[in-house]
Each structure stands twice: as structure tokens, then as C-alpha cells.
């Protein structure tokens, strides 16, 4: 029996050791089992989906240990996680066991001080609430603290931490402060200038000694004595029992003279006296300024000044008097080239020295380099240039006259592209641009080196580089393009860090990339663009992983940005008169980038009320879905009269999707749904019943639009074009039916940095059918105005009824054009010609019809577009017309 | 005086057999295998504990402890991070790290010549024959590696501070 129970014993033993054992990882296993089910413990905060696709676990899927190594290290890098395990359990079933430890959420910091609680606090800076926790981040902030209580007069504190555990990986963090005996001031000892202290030191005899109110001092002397022209200031302090010594150095006092200077003012001379900047005053400083000074007036064509800079100095103060002898201005008459074959205006583009330029003999040495690089690079490589010679005519008429001597131009012979592997040469070729027996060049050159690096940076080459080999035979030169491709480098996996409130999803889905295409850094910056364009990031890096195998992970580095908004304004407009509006809103409900807002303009002639929601993904494609509730309470003015022409009441939904095509197309679809109330409507105005009481107007609205502006706010340059459609019908439950089409382009061309031309078409025309003879009142066109034809007043032109008021028709047309300049300062004038006219029906449309007004404008840049103030002159005026309108708005008119 | 009979203390070895092979057998960790896991970390880059195991069979013949290998890990990773954050480039890790010493500590170090007259003179007796002059070259090169060795553990240090350097090595 006993032998049978040591045998049960044994036996218990050595399993247990060959358990023991089997906790090291294995090496060298070939073929590894398959993973048929994970269990994680630990893990809050992120999904288990996003957890496994950093592990590159899957089920089904064999777990490589290599792949594992690495797939720790990338989850690691998430920087949430303390420790990740990663077990199998024993047997056939080969489930896997991950055990995750995330490191805490800081959720309050305290600071127990007896006196500076609230001052330490708020000056940590290297830990805050909602932080991951780590014992660098604390230390630091203890170290802050103690910093702080230092330079507060109290030097033997101490600072002590504590963590407390919360549930859910979550701390509260304590700092108990231990302040110590404070330094107090018995005595304070100035020496130097005392005069200055008086309120100014903010520390007297018996306080603490504050080191920051000793600095605050500091910064106000040394401004007080710059302020007055002193250079070398200096205020010193020490402290020794009890004794606050201060010692204030008031530098000298230097005043500059320049005399005889008559071509450049004092002004512009002083720009270059550098000792005040500095703080400091020597004879080297005087000598540097000097030479200067003598730069200044070269540039301002004065070959021949002279100065003489000479001190005078008593104890306290040092008279700068430089004496200038400017000579006579020197401009540039004529440059000459003898030798060159090249056109002359291609050499005056790359010298310094140009006809009708001041001259500066500071460039007669440098041209000759440049001209010289120049003829290098197009291969001349024994060209020889000499100094200009300087001959100086009447009237201080300066020619210069350079020597080139060119020698032979070498041509490109045979070229070659060696040690390509992955790019076959047909391919590389394309981006070769240079071909043989073409002049050499070496800018062409360096731009097929590029090309060619380019071309392997884009598939995944990252460490390629190309040598260019030159051998010269014949006045030819054969190029080799020596290529050691490096490795080849793939995608990886994508880590995405810092979306505390956004989630993961948001961020993949503009990911572009695919795991395991070729590495391209401009797939990469494409998507930080198209990250930042969310408007949810205030910032997106991103860093590439270490390289395993051919791969390479990228992790994106976000930092979020507030989420909600609150805009508002006030203004004045010369229709509306005082107007304002408000806006809240969110842009990133449940940590979706869905978007939601409420906004309300006001003015003395309408009120409107708009709830507006934006999904910007449906069923996993980016299809942008709004939806917006409108209520609107209008009314329109006569501008004659300035009575009530009508006045509206309006509630609308409208919902429906955009599409963003390529090459800068976006396509949207809406349905509208309006319930308009018309009322007080001027009975000349009136075209058919549905322009008083209730219409229910309903109907669907595609439009595509065109848009390749540099800037939408202020365009220098791109179209902008759009084409749209309404159909409104019974059939969608409308009482009235109409089919309306309108359409734009506007076309920018910048002429000059500074000079744009814009131009702008537009033009719409609208039928009804079934029982609808007119449009309704809400839906007709008018035209007239701060945007359309300036030279008349809001919605003026057009049809009028029978004592003048204008009704709104069913067709319009009107053009734009304007030349936009930029004087300075955000400054701007536009002059602009505007026509257009609205008709009762497009059959009536007639050229001969259109209304012409031409104007000047005031620009003053804003960054949300310019501040416009218009004046409009009417070319065709009739009647008792006003002869022009002024208007004031914000931004372009079109 | 309690006397047991045989049969209770076969049935109490039985009982204790049991405890063992549940205690020993029975528990969680001799059911599972450890595949990997995190045995240290700067700031956000991770040691796992295979490259540990990797990393010391590779050290087998400089006897170093388990311990010692993954601070010398840790101690590379922070170098490379400071060579890395320097822009420095080279073909490998290794070529990095070398450049970086050379700049960082070895082009700082300068040996003066009454240091290497002091040495000799401290250490006369081990010398012999041997001139300072003849020496010279010798001790020059002890008192640079050394220098550079005391410079290496200082800058590492240093460095520490500045991380997160966290070992979960026992965990």
C-alpha cells in the first residue's frame, strides 16, 4: 500500500514540475497551434475588436510567436497598458487567455498645502485630470511643486505623493506638501541706483523671501533703463542672513546722433543700431553697426559713402555720433554680357545687379559666382566670368561689363539606369526627361534624380537611393543613374492614440491605406488631411513603428479638440438694418462626428429658428445625411414706399444627402417639405391665389456643384459651378406644382499676387404645371442688390405691379465681373460691373432687357472673407430711379 | 497515549497525495502556457519577455542575470530614443548607437597630459621599465574608455530620469 501511495505522489510531482515547465515560451516550434477562442480580462477601454487587431489575433488563424512579440509591442504603443499577458490554455482546444492591466485614469489631483494649495496646483503642468497615469508624470509634477516652493522663500520643503486606487483603473492623486521654515527678509540692502525701487520691489522687510517678486523687479528695471536708451543694465541679487542684498547697474546711458545724412532718414539709419537689442556696447558692436550702416546705403545705390562713427563719453552717459559722407546715387544704366551666348534677360534674372537697379558694389564679387553656377549647370563646365569692369557716365549712370569666356557646351550622351529591380527600366524611363544629345543641364538632372527617388518612395522603397554617375567623352556626358533600392517597405497596422472621446471607427474609416500595399508617405499625409479635416483634432502626427519584416506600423498620434461651439454676432445691414445671429452646437455626438446645432439669426425684418443634424457616414459609406428644421418669420419691405409688401411665415424640413465625387464634384439629393403662411400682401403683387394663406409647398431638389476655389473665402483662383433642380408636386403631397431649374459659374483667375479677376454667371427659370399657372410669391425669383446688380436696391429689378412694386418673375439671368486688388494691410479695392434682370416668364427673356450697373468697391480682409462696402452705379437708369445704391456686407459677392 | 491504526494513516497519505496533485496540478499556470508578455517598458515602448530570453541566450557567455540583461535592453532602447530624437542615421542599431556615443560622449572627453603623467606616477610600479613616454599612448587609451565608461553611466542615468522606465519583470 505505501508503495502505491509514494507511486500517487510521485506521480503528482512530477506533473506539477513538467507544468512548471511548460509556463516558458516555446522556440522553434514548428507549425503552431490555431487559436480557437480568446478570453480578456482588464481591458476597459478600448473594444476587444481593436484590442486583437493590434495583438493580430484572430480565431481560426495559427498565433505565431513573432507576430505575437510584435503585436504586444504595437498594442503597447497605444500608450494605456502597464502590462498585457498573453497565456494558452493546455490541450487540444488551444483558447487563448490575455490578461491586460491598463494604466490608470488620473480623476482629481489634490494638493494639501497650508498656504499654496491653489498656486501650486495651478501651475502643474506635466500632469493633469484625464492623464494615464505614470510615476515620470508625478515625479515631475512633485518637482514642479517643489520648484515652485522654492522660488516662494520656502527652500527646505518637501512634497509628497499619494495614489489612491479607484474602481475601474482610475486614481486620485494627493500631494501633501511639508513647507518647512520660510526665509524671511530682515533686511533689505540696494546698492547702485535705490531711487528705482521704491513701490516697485514688491517685497519689504519681514516678508518671505519671494524669489518671483525679486524677478518680477528685475524685468521692470532693465525695461525701465532700456526704455531710456541704457545699455548693460543689470540687477543682481544674493541673500545671507537674513540680509536681502540688490545690486542695480544702470549701464550707460547712449545716445546716437547721424549727421550729414540727407538721402536716408534717422529713421531708417536707427533700424540698424543693434546695441539696444543686445544690451551690450563695445567697439566691435560700434564696427559691426558701422559696416551696416555702410550695407544700408550701398543697397540704396551710394557707392561712395563714408562713415565715421565717434564716441564721446563722460561717467554716466556715451554720445554715438556717426558723421556720413553719402556721396552721389548710382543707378544701374546698362549690363553687358561679352562671350555669352545666352539671351541677356536670362542673365539679368539670375544677377543681383540689374538695368534701371541702384548699384551696389557689396554685389560686384557675388554676380560672377552666380553666373558662373549658372553656366555650370548648364554644362559648361570651364566657363570663366570675370568681375564686371564699372564705368560710371553721366548722371552717376552706371555700366557694368562682364567677360565670359564659355568654353564648350557639354551634351548629354548615353543614359543609363542600373540596379533597378522591383522598377523595371521602362518604367523608370518616364520619369527620365532628359534625352541623349540634349544640351547638359544640370537641374534636369537633380529633377529626374528626384523623380526617380519619388517613384521608388512611392512603392514602398523608403531607403532607396539614387548616385548619378558623369563620365565625360567628347564634349558629351553619359549619365549613370546608380540605384540601391533598399528594402522593400509594407503598410503595417494602424495604432490611433489620443481619441479619449472620439471613437476608434471615426478615425479608420478615413484611413485610406491598406495593410500590406506598398509604403507611400503621400498616402499617409493624405490622411492627416483628411483627419484634420473632421474638424474634430487640433492636431495629427503621425510616426511609423519599427520595422518587422517588410513591414512598418503608422500610429497616429491625435489630439482632440473641443467638440462644442458657440458662435455669435451682431452687425448692420443696410436692408435688414441691426441684425445678429447665435449658434451652439456639437460636432461629435457618441464619439461619431455627428453633428447637431441650433442657430438663430434675428434682424428688424425676419426671425429665424434652425435645428440642423449631420451624419456624416450612412451604412459605412461616406454619404453626408442633413437634416434641418427651419421656422422662419419674414418680412419683405417696399423699397419705395418702405411698406409691407407681405409677409411669411415658414416651417421647414428639409433632410437629404451629399456626395462628394471626384475631381472636386459633390452631388446632393434633398426633399423639402414647407408649410409657408403669406400674409399682408400688397395687392399689386399679387399673381395667383397661392400667394396669400397656407401652401404647403413639397418637393424633391438634386443639384450637382463644381468646385476647385483655392480658397472659399477669398479665391485667387478655380471655378465655382452648380447646376440644380426642383421639382415640387402634388404627387409629394404639395399644393402647388412647379418645376424650377437654376445654375451658376463663377470663374477666378488670379492675374497678379495681388490682382484677381473674378467673373460670375447666373440664371434660373421656373414653370409651373397642372393647376399652377405662377410660382408662388416664396418661390419666385428677384433680383437687385448687395449680391446680384449692385447698382440697384435689394430685390428691386424685374416685373413690377401696377404701382411699382416689383412681384418676382419666373426667370432671371445676371452677370458679374470684377477685378479684385490688394493695396496693403488686408486692404483692398474692387471694381465691378454687374447686369441682370428677372422676367415674368423665360419666353419673355430678352438680352435687350438686362439692366446695367457699374461700381467701385472697399475691401478690408476678415478671416472669415472680406468686409464689403459696394457703391453701385445704374449705366441704364429710368424714371425716377436713384442713380446708384450703396451696400455693405461680409464677404465677396460672389 | 493515542496510538493511529494503519489503515487511518494509509487513508490520511491518500488524502495528503490528493492535496498535492490538486495544489501542484490542479492550479491555473500548470494548465497554461505563458506565450508572451510585457517585462519592461520606456514610456511606450515595450520589452517582452521573449526578446528577454532571446536577448540573454545570446549574452550566455558574459553571465549576466536575467535582471542585468533587460536593463542593458532597457539602457540601449533609451540611447537609441536620444539617437533617434537627434536625427542621427545609420545602417543599423548598433552603427547608431555608435555614432551616438562618439558624439554624444567620447567627443567631449579630453585626456590631458598631466592626467596621464598623474596615472603613471600613481601606478609606477606596474609599469617597470617602461618610460612615460612609452607609455604614454597606453595609458591614454585606459583613461579614455574609462572616461567614456563613467560618461556612458552618468548620460544613462540622466536619461532615466527622464522616462518612464518601468520593470515588471516579477509580475
Given at each position: 500500500?505505501?508503495?502505491?501511495?509514494?507511486?500517487?505522489?510521485?506521480?503528482?510531482?512530477?506533473?506539477?514540475?513538467?507544468?512548471?515547465?511548460?509556463?516558458?515560451?516555446?522556440?522553434?516550434?514548428?507549425?503552431?497551434?490555431?487559436?480557437?477562442?480568446?478570453?480578456?480580462?482588464?481591458?476597459?477601454?478600448?473594444?476587444?475588436?481593436?484590442?486583437?487587431?493590434?495583438?493580430?489575433?484572430?480565431?481560426?488563424?495559427?498565433?505565431?510567436?513573432?507576430?505575437?512579440?510584435?503585436?504586444?509591442?504595437?498594442?503597447?504603443?497605444?500608450?494605456?497598458?502597464?502590462?498585457?499577458?498573453?497565456?494558452?490554455?493546455?490541450?487540444?482546444?488551444?483558447?487563448?487567455?490575455?490578461?491586460?492591466?491598463?494604466?490608470?485614469?488620473?480623476?482629481?489631483?489634490?494638493?494639501?498645502?497650508?498656504?499654496?494649495?491653489?498656486?501650486?496646483?495651478?501651475?502643474?503642468?506635466?500632469?493633469?485630470?484625464?492623464?494615464?497615469?505614470?510615476?515620470?508624470?508625478?515625479?515631475?509634477?512633485?518637482?514642479?511643486?517643489?520648484?515652485?516652493?522654492?522660488?516662494?522663500?520656502?527652500?527646505?520643503?518637501?512634497?509628497?505623493?499619494?495614489?489612491?486606487?479607484?474602481?475601474?483603473?482610475?486614481?486620485?492623486?494627493?500631494?501633501?506638501?511639508?513647507?518647512?521654515?520660510?526665509?524671511?527678509?530682515?533686511?533689505?540692502?540696494?546698492?547702485?541706483?535705490?531711487?528705482?525701487?521704491?513701490?516697485?520691489?514688491?517685497?519689504?522687510?519681514?516678508?518671505?523671501?519671494?524669489?518671483?517678486?525679486?524677478?518680477?523687479?528685475?524685468?521692470?528695471?532693465?525695461?525701465?533703463?532700456?526704455?531710456?536708451?541704457?545699455?548693460?543694465?543689470?540687477?543682481?541679487?544674493?541673500?545671507?542672513?537674513?540680509?536681502?542684498?540688490?545690486?542695480?547697474?544702470?549701464?550707460?546711458?547712449?545716445?546716437?546722433?547721424?549727421?550729414?545724412?540727407?538721402?536716408?532718414?534717422?529713421?531708417?539709419?536707427?533700424?540698424?543700431?543693434?546695441?539696444?537689442?543686445?544690451?551690450?556696447?563695445?567697439?566691435?558692436?560700434?564696427?559691426?553697426?558701422?559696416?551696416?550702416?555702410?550695407?544700408?546705403?550701398?543697397?540704396?545705390?551710394?557707392?561712395?559713402?563714408?562713415?565715421?562713427?565717434?564716441?564721446?563719453?563722460?561717467?554716466?552717459?556715451?554720445?554715438?555720433?556717426?558723421?556720413?559722407?553719402?556721396?552721389?546715387?548710382?543707378?544701374?544704366?546698362?549690363?553687358?554680357?561679352?562671350?555669352?551666348?545666352?539671351?541677356?534677360?536670362?542673365?539679368?534674372?539670375?544677377?543681383?545687379?540689374?538695368?534701371?537697379?541702384?548699384?551696389?558694389?557689396?554685389?560686384?564679387?557675388?554676380?560672377?559666382?552666380?553666373?558662373?553656377?549658372?553656366?555650370?549647370?548648364?554644362?559648361?563646365?570651364?566657363?570663366?566670368?570675370?568681375?564686371?569692369?564699372?564705368?560710371?557716365?553721366?548722371?552717376?549712370?552706371?555700366?557694368?561689363?562682364?567677360?565670359?569666356?564659355?568654353?564648350?557646351?557639354?551634351?548629354?550622351?548615353?543614359?543609363?539606369?542600373?540596379?533597378?529591380?522591383?522598377?523595371?527600366?521602362?518604367?523608370?524611363?518616364?520619369?527620365?526627361?532628359?534625352?541623349?544629345?540634349?544640351?547638359?543641364?544640370?537641374?534636369?538632372?537633380?529633377?529626374?534624380?528626384?523623380?526617380?527617388?519619388?517613384?521608388?518612395?512611392?512603392?514602398?522603397?523608403?531607403?532607396?537611393?539614387?548616385?548619378?554617375?558623369?563620365?565625360?567623352?567628347?564634349?558629351?556626358?553619359?549619365?549613370?543613374?546608380?540605384?540601391?533600392?533598399?528594402?522593400?517597405?509594407?503598410?503595417?497596422?494602424?495604432?490611433?492614440?489620443?481619441?479619449?472621446?472620439?471613437?476608434?471607427?471615426?478615425?479608420?474609416?478615413?484611413?485610406?491605406?491598406?495593410?500590406?500595399?506598398?509604403?507611400?508617405?503621400?498616402?499617409?499625409?493624405?490622411?492627416?488631411?483628411?483627419?484634420?479635416?473632421?474638424?474634430?483634432?487640433?492636431?495629427?502626427?503621425?510616426?511609423?513603428?519599427?520595422?518587422?519584416?517588410?513591414?512598418?506600423?503608422?500610429?497616429?498620434?491625435?489630439?482632440?479638440?473641443?467638440?462644442?461651439?458657440?458662435?455669435?454676432?451682431?452687425?448692420?445691414?443696410?436692408?435688414?438694418?441691426?441684425?445678429?445671429?447665435?449658434?451652439?452646437?456639437?460636432?461629435?455626438?457618441?464619439?461619431?462626428?455627428?453633428?447637431?446645432?441650433?442657430?438663430?439669426?434675428?434682424?428688424?425684418?425676419?426671425?429665424?429658428?434652425?435645428?440642423?443634424?449631420?451624419?456624416?457616414?450612412?451604412?459605412?459609406?461616406?454619404?453626408?445625411w442633413k437634416t434641418l428644421y427651419l421656422?422662419e418669420?419674414?418680412?419683405?419691405?417696399?423699397?419705395?414706399?418702405?411698406?409691407?409688401?407681405?409677409?411669411i411665415k415658414r416651417n421647414v424640413v428639409s433632410t437629404g444627402i451629399e456626395?462628394?465625387?471626384?475631381?472636386?464634384?459633390?452631388a446632393d439629393l434633398y426633399y423639402d417639405f414647407s408649410l409657408v403662411e403669406t400674409?399682408?400682401?400688397?395687392?399689386?403683387?399679387i399673381l395667383s391665389k397661392e400667394d396669400t394663406g397656407s401652401l404647403v409647398i413639397s418637393g424633391v431638389r438634386p443639384g450637382l456643384?463644381?468646385?476647385?476655389?483655392?480658397?472659399?473665402?477669398?479665391?485667387?483662383?478655380?471655378?465655382?459651378?452648380g447646376v440644380s433642380m426642383k421639382l415640387v408636386s402634388g404627387f409629394l403631397l404639395s399644393e402647388t406644382d412647379f418645376t424650377k431649374f437654376t445654375g451658376?459659374?463663377?470663374?477666378?483667375?488670379?492675374?497678379?499676387?495681388?490682382?484677381?479677376?473674378?467673373?460670375?454667371?447666373?440664371g434660373g427659370t421656373a414653370k409651373g404645371f397642372r393647376d399652377t399657372k405662377e410660382l408662388p410669391l416664396v418661390e419666385r425669383f428677384f433680383?437687385?442688390?448687395?449680391?446680384?446688380?449692385?447698382?440697384?436696391?435689394?430685390?428691386?429689378?424685374?416685373?413690377?405691379?401696377?404701382?411699382?412694386?416689383?412681384?418676382g418673375g419666373n426667370a432671371y439671368?445676371?452677370?458679374?465681373?470684377?477685378?479684385?486688388?490688394?493695396?496693403?494691410?488686408?486692404?483692398?479695392?474692387?471694381?465691378?460691373?454687374?447686369?441682370?434682370?428677372?422676367w415674368r416668364k423665360s419666353e419673355?427673356?430678352?438680352?435687350?432687357?438686362?439692366?446695367?450697373?457699374?461700381?467701385?468697391?472697399?475691401?478690408?480682409?476678415?478671416?472669415?472673407?472680406?468686409?464689403?462696402?459696394?457703391?453701385?452705379?445704374?449705366?441704364?437708369?429710368?424714371?425716377?430711379?436713384?442713380?446708384?445704391?450703396?451696400?455693405?456686407?461680409?464677404?465677396?459677392?460672389? | 497515549?493515542?496510538?493511529?491504526?494503519?489503515?487511518?494513516?494509509?487513508?490520511?497519505?491518500?488524502?495528503?497525495?490528493?492535496?498535492?496533485?490538486?495544489?501542484?496540478?490542479?492550479?491555473?499556470?500548470?494548465?497554461?502556457?505563458?506565450?508572451?508578455?510585457?517585462?519592461?517598458?520606456?514610456?511606450?515602448?515595450?520589452?517582452?519577455?521573449?526578446?528577454?530570453?532571446?536577448?540573454?541566450?545570446?549574452?550566455?557567455?558574459?553571465?549576466?542575470?536575467?535582471?542585468?540583461?533587460?536593463?542593458?535592453?532597457?539602457?540601449?532602447?533609451?540611447?537609441?530614443?536620444?539617437?533617434?530624437?537627434?536625427?542621427?542615421?545609420?545602417?543599423?542599431?548598433?552603427?547608431?548607437?555608435?555614432?551616438?556615443?562618439?558624439?554624444?560622449?567620447?567627443?567631449?572627453?579630453?585626456?590631458?597630459?598631466?592626467?596621464?603623467?598623474?596615472?603613471?606616477?600613481?601606478?609606477?610600479?606596474?609599469?617597470?621599465?617602461?618610460?612615460?613616454?612609452?607609455?604614454?599612448?597606453?595609458?591614454?587609451?585606459?583613461?579614455?574608455?574609462?572616461?567614456?565608461?563613467?560618461?556612458?553611466?552618468?548620460?544613462?542615468?540622466?536619461?532615466?530620469?527622464?522616462?518612464?522606465?518601468?520593470?515588471?519583470?516579477?509580475?
Amino acid at each position: 500500500m505505501l508503495k502505491k501511495i509514494f507511486f500517487i505522489f510521485l506521480a503528482g510531482l512530477s506533473f506539477a514540475v513538467v507544468s512548471f515547465a511548460q509556463e516558458l515560451p516555446q522556440s522553434g516550434v514548428v507549425g503552431h497551434p490555431k487559436v480557437s477562442s480568446v478570453k480578456i480580462s482588464g481591458l476597459n477601454s478600448i473594444s476587444e475588436k481593436e484590442f486583437l487587431y493590434l495583438l493580430d489575433i484572430n480565431t481560426g488563424r495559427e498565433l505565431d510567436p513573432e507576430k505575437l512579440r510584435h503585436g504586444i509591442k504595437r498594442a503597447f504603443q497605444k500608450g494605456i497598458f502597464e502590462g498585457i499577458e498573453v497565456e494558452r490554455s493546455e490541450g487540444p482546444d488551444g483558447s487563448i487567455t490575455i490578461r491586460v492591466k491598463e494604466k490608470p485614469v488620473v480623476r482629481s489631483i489634490k494638493v494639501k498645502s497650508r498656504i499654496l494649495s491653489g498656486y501650486l496646483k495651478d501651475r502643474i503642468t506635466s500632469l493633469k485630470t484625464g492623464d494615464r497615469l505614470t510615476l515620470l508624470k508625478v515625479r515631475n509634477a512633485a518637482d514642479e511643486m517643489l520648484h515652485n516652493l522654492n522660488q516662494k522663500g520656502y527652500p527646505k520643503a518637501s512634497v509628497e505623493h499619494k495614489i489612491i486606487p479607484l474602481k475601474k483603473d482610475r486614481v486620485d492623486i494627493i500631494f501633501e506638501i511639508a513647507e518647512g521654515d520660510p526665509l524671511f527678509v530682515d533686511k533689505i540692502d540696494i546698492t547702485g541706483t535705490d531711487d528705482i525701487a521704491g513701490s516697485n520691489l514688491k517685497i519689504s522687510e519681514g516678508d518671505i523671501l519671494d524669489i518671483t517678486r525679486i524677478q518680477q523687479f528685475q524685468r521692470y528695471v532693465m525695461q525701465y533703463f532700456r526704455k531710456r536708451g541704457h545699455i548693460g543694465a543689470k540687477v543682481n541679487h544674493f541673500f545671507e542672513k537674513g540680509v536681502l542684498h540688490i545690486s542695480i547697474d544702470q549701464g550707460k546711458k547712449v545716445r546716437t546722433e547721424f549727421k550729414g545724412n540727407l538721402a536716408l532718414q534717422t529713421g531708417i539709419l536707427s533700424k540698424e543700431l543693434t546695441f539696444f537689442e543686445i544690451n551690450e556696447f563695445s567697439d566691435e558692436i560700434i564696427d559691426e553697426t558701422t559696416k551696416r550702416l555702410l550695407t544700408l546705403y550701398h543697397k540704396y545705390g551710394y557707392p561712395s559713402v563714408e562713415i565715421a562713427p565717434v564716441t564721446t563719453s563722460d561717467e554716466d552717459a556715451v554720445l554715438l555720433t556717426f558723421y556720413i559722407y553719402e556721396g552721389e546715387k548710382h543707378v544701374i544704366d546698362s549690363v553687358t554680357f561679352d562671350g555669352s551666348s545666352m539671351p541677356e534677360k536670362k542673365m539679368l534674372e539670375i544677377t543681383a545687379l540689374g538695368i534701371g537697379d541702384n548699384y551696389n558694389p557689396d554685389y560686384l564679387e557675388s554676380d560672377p559666382v552666380i553666373i558662373k553656377d549658372f553656366y555650370r549647370s548648364l554644362g559648361y563646365p570651364d566657363a570663366e566670368v570675370s568681375v564686371p569692369s564699372v564705368e560710371i557716365g553721366e548722371n552717376n549712370r552706371v555700366a557694368l561689363k562682364y567677360k565670359i569666356k564659355e568654353g564648350i557646351q557639354l551634351k548629354f550622351g548615353e543614359i543609363l539606369i542600373k540596379g533597378n529591380e522591383h522598377i523595371s527600366d521602362e518604367e523608370l524611363f518616364i520619369s527620365v526627361k532628359i534625352r541623349k544629345n540634349d544640351p547638359y543641364n544640370e537641374i534636369d538632372l537633380a529633377d529626374t534624380r528626384r523623380k526617380i527617388t519619388e517613384l521608388y518612395n512611392k512603392k514602398g522603397f523608403l531607403e532607396a537611393r539614387v548616385a548619378v554617375g558623369i563620365s565625360v567623352k567628347d564634349s558629351h556626358a553619359d549619365v549613370v543613374f546608380n540605384i540601391n533600392e533598399g528594402t522593400e517597405t509594407l503598410f503595417g497596422k494602424s495604432i490611433i492614440t489620443g481619441n479619449y472621446d472620439t471613437r476608434q471607427i471615426v478615425i479608420e474609416r478615413e484611413l485610406v491605406r491598406k495593410e500590406g500595399s506598398n509604403f507611400d508617405y503621400n498616402v499617409t499625409a493624405k490622411e492627416k488631411q483628411k483627419l484634420y479635416r473632421l474638424g474634430l483634432f487640433n492636431d495629427v502626427e503621425t510616426e511609423l513603428g519599427e520595422k518587422y519584416g517588410k513591414f512598418r506600423d503608422v500610429i497616429y498620434k491625435v489630439k482632440e479638440a473641443n467638440s462644442g461651439f458657440v458662435e455669435f454676432g451682431a452687425g448692420y445691414g443696410e436692408y435688414e438694418r441691426q441684425r445678429g445671429f447665435f449658434e451652439i452646437g456639437y460636432k461629435n455626438f457618441n464619439g461619431m462626428n455627428r453633428q447637431g446645432s441650433f442657430r438663430t439669426e434675428l434682424s428688424s425684418l425676419e426671425q429665424r429658428f434652425i435645428f440642423s443634424f449631420l451624419e456624416p457616414w450612412v451604412a459605412g459609406v461616406e454619404l453626408p445625411w442633413k437634416t434641418l428644421y427651419l421656422r422662419e418669420n419674414r418680412k419683405e419691405k417696399s423699397i419705395d414706399s418702405g411698406g409691407i409688401k407681405y409677409r411669411i411665415k415658414r416651417n421647414v424640413v428639409s433632410t437629404g444627402i451629399e456626395k462628394k465625387l471626384d475631381h472636386g464634384f459633390k452631388a446632393d439629393l434633398y426633399y423639402d417639405f414647407s408649410l409657408v403662411e403669406t400674409s399682408d400682401v400688397m395687392k399689386d403683387i399679387i399673381l395667383s391665389k397661392e400667394d396669400t394663406g397656407s401652401l404647403v409647398i413639397s418637393g424633391v431638389r438634386p443639384g450637382l456643384m463644381f468646385d476647385t476655389r483655392d480658397n472659399p473665402f477669398d479665391p485667387k483662383s478655380g471655378v465655382l459651378a452648380g447646376v440644380s433642380m426642383k421639382l415640387v408636386s402634388g404627387f409629394l403631397l404639395s399644393e402647388t406644382d412647379f418645376t424650377k431649374f437654376t445654375g451658376y459659374i463663377n470663374k477666378y483667375q488670379g492675374l497678379t499676387k495681388h490682382v484677381t479677376l473674378a467673373g460670375s454667371i447666373k440664371g434660373g427659370t421656373a414653370k409651373g404645371f397642372r393647376d399652377t399657372k405662377e410660382l408662388p410669391l416664396v418661390e419666385r425669383f428677384f433680383l437687385g442688390g448687395r449680391t446680384t446688380v449692385r447698382g440697384y436696391d435689394q430685390d428691386s429689378l424685374g416685373p413690377k405691379g401696377v404701382d411699382g412694386t416689383p412681384t418676382g418673375g419666373n426667370a432671371y439671368l445676371s452677370g458679374s465681373f470684377e477685378v479684385r486688388t490688394d493695396i496693403k494691410k488686408g486692404l483692398g479695392v474692387v471694381v465691378f460691373t454687374d447686369c441682370g434682370n428677372v422676367w415674368r416668364k423665360s419666353e419673355n427673356m430678352t438680352i435687350a432687357d438686362l439692366k446695367y450697373t457699374t461700381g467701385l468697391g472697399l475691401r478690408y480682409n476678415t478671416p472669415v472673407g472680406p468686409f464689403r462696402l459696394d457703391y453701385g452705379h445704374k449705366l441704364n437708369r429710368e424714371g425716377r430711379e436713384n442713380i446708384s445704391e450703396i451696400h455693405f456686407s461680409l464677404g465677396h459677392a460672389f | 497515549m493515542k496510538y493511529i491504526s494503519v489503515s487511518d494513516m494509509h487513508s490520511k497519505l491518500i488524502f495528503l497525495a490528493a492535496v498535492v496533485i490538486s495544489v501542484l496540478a490542479g492550479t491555473e499556470p500548470a494548465c497554461s502556457e505563458l506565450l508572451d508578455k510585457i517585462v519592461a517598458y520606456v514610456d511606450n515602448n515595450a520589452i517582452t519577455y521573449s526578446e528577454l530570453k532571446t536577448e540573454h541566450a545570446r549574452n550566455k557567455m558574459v553571465k549576466m542575470t536575467e535582471v542585468e540583461t533587460l536593463n542593458s535592453m532597457l539602457n540601449k532602447m533609451l540611447l537609441l530614443k536620444e539617437a533617434r530624437a537627434m536625427r542621427l542615421e545609420a545602417s543599423n542599431n548598433d552603427e547608431l548607437l555608435k555614432e551616438y556615443i562618439e558624439i554624444k560622449i567620447r567627443s567631449v572627453i579630453l585626456i590631458k597630459d598631466e592626467d596621464v603623467e598623474n596615472f603613471y606616477n600613481k601606478n609606477k610600479t606596474n609599469f617597470g621599465v617602461k618610460s612615460l613616454s612609452e607609455s604614454k599612448d597606453d595609458i591614454e587609451t585606459y583613461l579614455f574608455e574609462a572616461e567614456t565608461n563613467r560618461l556612458l553611466n552618468e548620460h544613462i542615468a540622466n536619461l532615466r530620469n527622464g522616462y518612464e522606465v518601468v520593470i515588471r519583470l516579477k509580475e
